[in-house]
């Protein structure tokens, strides 16, 4: 299981951003988590929404471009060292991450971190085994 990331490509232009959100938010869609990267020349907007197959039908329609992906969004304690124990886990069983970021969505004491792994399988396994709760949506 998991759930799916939204990645808009954006030009790294005054009010692109702006025109992603306003998309989103007339087409009633509430985002849960986000993250950008950029470079002098555009940027990848990374999205969790609540509604995923509506928000990319009308990003697409705004005319942007969208990919999406199968992440992992893992509830852990909003305690120091709760992301050191689960980054060490991968660490021991090999499961590579190609980037992480983390949502404000979630229980009171708890964080959720929305991760990209290499070997997605392997890793839900891996959060499964050791009795990690992962979020199918929030």
């Not at 964080?111 to 997605?120: N, P, T, Y």
């Amino acid at each position: 299981m998991g759930i799916k990331q939204i990645s808009v490509f954006l030009e790294n232009t005054t009010g692109r951003l702006s025109e992603v959100t306003k998309t989103l938010a007339k087409a009633q869609i509430n985002l849960r988590a986000i993250s950008i990267a950029d470079t002098a020349d555009f940027g990848i907007l990374r999205l969790i929404v609540d509604k995923t197959k509506e928000a990319v039908e009308a990003l697409n329609t705004a005319g942007f471009t969208t990919r999406q992906t199968d992440v992992v969004a893992v509830e852990i304690e909003d305690t120091p060292g709760s992301l050191a124990k689960l980054m060490e886990l991968f660490q021991q069983s090999q499961v590579n991450i190609e980037y992480l970021y983390a949502s404000l969505e979630g229980q009171v004491g708890k964080a959720v971190v929305i991760f990209k792994l290499k070997d997605h399988d392997k890793g839900q396994k891996i959060l499964n085994d050791n009795n990690f709760k992962m979020a199918e949506n929030f």
